[in-house]
């Protein structure tokens, strides 16, 4: 009944008007609609060409699934949709006075397409994981079957991946809340007084350093800047004595560039309006490129 309301109230067409604009053979009795609806159709309408579009629809009988007249309708729907949705249509760029595309890397950038955008090499091209890994992070492996394959049968899963060949490449292991995420960080302490940071910095036995894992997963092996091991330490001390040498080279590099730069400034700025400005852009791309 209220589509029925809705389409009167729209003065939407009737069912003869709809199939005379898709150039479909008329109804020319009440018969033609449906044998069976006769004296209902003749007692509501009094004459075909009144019958209404959406009872029409619902009660015309035709050998062909879907029924000429609903077929239409639905294959127009379907174009209706795909050509209003944003991001598969063309809109005008006052910018540079073009059409371009929503759904390209031109607005949403190459790294927004390409994350947005499935891909047949991971989990199948679904991209559930996403939107999970998002929700919940740091709770799934970054190859986790529960999160690339949701809503299945780990054993499913499996026997499907061993028939592919791929099974190495996923993690079975359960989800579970990590130790650290986003939602600890109001709950922290923060340390702010530099003797205790340096004991905390020595004592890596005590105070772990949480992105670890995540730079294993990454790098797909041990990283120097991501444990808290005897080699790691040393790694660590090693590099800051190639770096910085003796224990004045930190103080001898540090005025190099203070010097340096004080001497650039000094060098290409320029008095405008009696304010002495310098385009530290232009002048450090030109360093660069030196």
């Given at each position: 009944?209220?589509?029925?309301?809705?389409?009167?109230?729209?003065?939407?067409?009737?069912?003869?008007?709809?199939?005379?604009?898709?150039?479909?053979?008329?109804?020319?009795?009440?018969?033609?609609?449906?044998?069976?609806?006769?004296?209902?159709?003749?007692?509501?309408?009094?004459?075909?060409?009144?019958?209404?579009?959406?009872?029409?629809?619902?009660?015309?009988?035709?050998?062909?699934?879907?029924?000429?007249?609903?077929?239409?309708?639905?294959?127009?729907?379907?174009?209706?949709?795909?050509?209003?949705?944003?991001?598969?249509?063309?809109?005008?760029?006052?910018?540079?006075?073009?059409?371009?595309?929503?759904?390209?890397?031109?607005?949403?950038?190459?790294?927004?397409?390409?994350?947005?955008?499935?891909?047949?090499?991971?989990?199948?091209?679904?991209v559930m994981h996403r939107l999970l890994m998002r929700a919940f992070p740091g709770y799934y492996a970054f190859n986790s079957v529960y999160a690339m394959f949701p809503f299945t049968v780990p054993?499913?899963?499996?026997?499907?991946?061993?028939?592919?060949?791929?099974?190495?490449?996923?993690?079975?292991?359960?989800?579970?809340?990590?130790?650290?995420?986003?939602?600890?960080?109001?709950?922290?302490?923060?340390?702010?007084?530099?003797?205790?940071?340096?004991?905390?910095?020595?004592?890596?036995?005590?105070?772990?350093?949480?992105?670890?894992?995540?730079?294993?997963?990454?790098?797909?092996?041990?990283?120097?800047?991501?444990?808290?091991?005897?080699?790691?330490?040393?790694?660590?001390?090693?590099?800051?004595?190639?770096?910085?040498?003796?224990?004045?080279?930190?103080?001898?590099?540090?005025?190099?560039?203070?010097?340096?730069?004080?001497?650039?400034?000094?060098?290409?700025?320029?008095?405008?309006?009696?304010?002495?400005?310098?385009?530290?852009?232009?002048?450090?791309?030109?360093?660069?490129?030196?």
């Open positions: 009944m209220f589509a029925i309301k809705v389409s009167r109230d729209w003065r939407a067409a009737t069912l003869n008007e709809y199939r005379k604009f898709f150039n479909l053979e008329l109804h020319k009795t009440f018969d033609d609609i449906n044998p069976q609806k006769t004296v209902m159709l003749r007692n509501l309408y009094g004459h075909p060409n009144n019958v209404e579009f959406y009872p029409g629809v619902l009660l015309e009988k035709s050998t062909a699934l879907p029924p000429p007249a609903m077929g239409r309708g639905l294959l127009c729907d379907a174009i209706s949709v795909i050509r209003g949705d944003r991001f598969y249509t063309q809109v005008p760029c006052h910018l540079i006075s073009i059409l371009i595309q929503d759904y390209s890397p031109s607005l949403l950038t190459q790294w927004g397409y390409t994350a947005v955008t499935s891909d047949p090499t991971v989990a199948g091209g679904f054993n499913k899963t499996r026997e499907t991946l061993t028939k592919s060949n791929t099974l190495s490449t996923y993690s079975f292991t359960l989800p579970k809340k990590p130790p650290f995420s986003i939602a600890t960080l109001g709950s922290m302490t923060y340390i702010s007084d530099y003797h205790a940071l340096i004991r905390i910095f020595n004592d890596p036995d005590t105070f772990k350093e949480a992105w670890g894992p995540a730079i294993e997963e990454l790098t797909g092996a041990m990283y120097m800047l991501g444990w808290d091991t005897p080699e790691s330490t040393d790694q660590h001390k090693r590099l800051h004595q190639e770096i910085f040498g003796p224990n004045t080279a930190s103080k001898a590099t540090w005025d190099y560039f203070e010097n340096l730069t004080l001497d650039l400034i000094k060098r290409n700025s320029y008095n405008l309006g009696g304010v002495m400005e310098v385009d530290a852009v232009k002048e450090y791309c030109s360093s660069w490129r030196s």
